[in-house]
C-alpha cells in the first residue's frame, strides 16, 4: 500500500473565498461610515441649535440692556429725542403703551429740567420661548445734582424678535 504523506497532515481548504472576505471588508467598511456621517451630522446640528439659542440669548439681553439705559436716562434738553429711541425700540402693547404717554414723557422731562443717567449694573436672561425673552435688568440712575442719591431699579423686560431686530414688547418694574 502506497503512503500519501504523513498522518499527521491535514490539508484544510478556505473556508471562504478571497472575494467573499474582501464584499464583507467593504459592507462593514460602509456601514461604519454611514454611521460616522450620522454622529457628524448630528452633532453639527446640535452644535448650530446651540450656537443659535446662544444668539438669540445675547440679541435679548443687549435689547433689554439698551432700552433700560433708554427709559432710566432722561435729559430734558434731548427728551423728544430720548422719547423716540424708546418708540423706536418698541413692539406690541409697550409700543402703544408709550405712544399714548410719549408727549406727558416729554412734558415732565421738560418742566422737572430733569438730567438722570441710568446704567446697567447686570442683566440676565430669564427665560426664553421661541422668538420671546423675558431678562431682569438692574439698573443705577445717577442724577446729575450730586445732591441726589443714586436710585436703583429693577426691571424684567420682554423682548421679541420682529424680522432680524428685537423689540420690547412690555416692562415692568420689580420690587
Same mark, same amino acid.
Request: cysteine-free; aromatic content about 6%; proline content about 3%.
Given at each position: 500500500?502506497?503512503?500519501?504523506?504523513?498522518?499527521?497532515?491535514?490539508?484544510?481548504?478556505?473556508?471562504?473565498?478571497?472575494?467573499?472576505?474582501?464584499?464583507?471588508?467593504?459592507?462593514?467598511?460602509?456601514?461604519?461610515?454611514?454611521?460616522?456621517?450620522?454622529?457628524?451630522?448630528? @452633532? =453639527?446640528?446640535? /452644535?448650530?441649535?446651540a450656537e443659535h439659542r446662544e444668539a438669540h440669548r445675547n440679541?435679548? %439681553?443687549?435689547? *433689554?440692556?439698551?432700552v433700560a439705559v433708554n427709559l432710566s436716562t432722561v435729559d430734558?434738553?434731548?427728551?423728544?429725542?430720548?422719547?423716540?429711541?424708546?418708540?423706536?425700540?418698541?413692539?406690541?402693547?409697550?409700543?402703544?403703551?408709550?405712544?399714548?404717554?410719549?408727549?406727558?414723557?416729554?412734558?415732565?422731562?421738560?418742566?422737572?429740567?430733569?438730567?438722570? @443717567? =441710568?446704567?446697567? /449694573?447686570?442683566?440676565?436672561?430669564?427665560?426664553?420661548?421661541?422668538?420671546?425673552?423675558? %431678562?431682569?435688568? *438692574?439698573?443705577?440712575?445717577?442724577?446729575?445734582?450730586?445732591?441726589?442719591?443714586?436710585?436703583?431699579?429693577?426691571?424684567?423686560?420682554?423682548?421679541?424678535?420682529?424680522?432680524?431686530?428685537?423689540?420690547?414688547?412690555d416692562v415692568a418694574f420689580v420690587s
Amino acid at each position: 500500500m502506497p503512503d500519501d504523506g504523513p498522518a499527521d497532515v491535514v490539508y484544510l481548504r478556505p473556508i471562504r473565498s478571497p472575494g467573499h472576505v474582501e464584499r464583507i471588508a467593504l459592507v462593514i467598511g460602509l456601514v461604519a461610515g454611514v454611521v460616522l456621517a450620522g454622529l457628524v451630522g448630528w @452633532l =453639527g446640528f446640535r /452644535t448650530y441649535e446651540a450656537e443659535h439659542r446662544e444668539a438669540h440669548r445675547n440679541l435679548f %439681553v443687549q435689547t *433689554a440692556q439698551d432700552v433700560a439705559v433708554n427709559l432710566s436716562t432722561v435729559d430734558y434738553e434731548h427728551a423728544d429725542a430720548d422719547a423716540q429711541r424708546i418708540a423706536d425700540s418698541a413692539t406690541g402693547g409697550f409700543a402703544d403703551s408709550f405712544a399714548r404717554r410719549r408727549q406727558a414723557y416729554v412734558d415732565s422731562a421738560n418742566r422737572s429740567r430733569s438730567r438722570l @443717567l =441710568g446704567t446697567v /449694573t447686570d442683566a440676565g436672561l430669564e427665560s426664553q420661548t421661541g422668538d420671546q425673552g423675558r %431678562v431682569l435688568v *438692574a439698573v443705577t440712575v445717577k442724577s446729575a445734582d450730586p445732591a441726589h442719591e443714586p436710585r436703583f431699579l429693577r426691571m424684567r423686560v420682554t423682548v421679541q424678535k420682529v424680522g432680524d431686530v428685537a423689540k420690547v414688547s412690555d416692562v415692568a418694574f420689580v420690587s
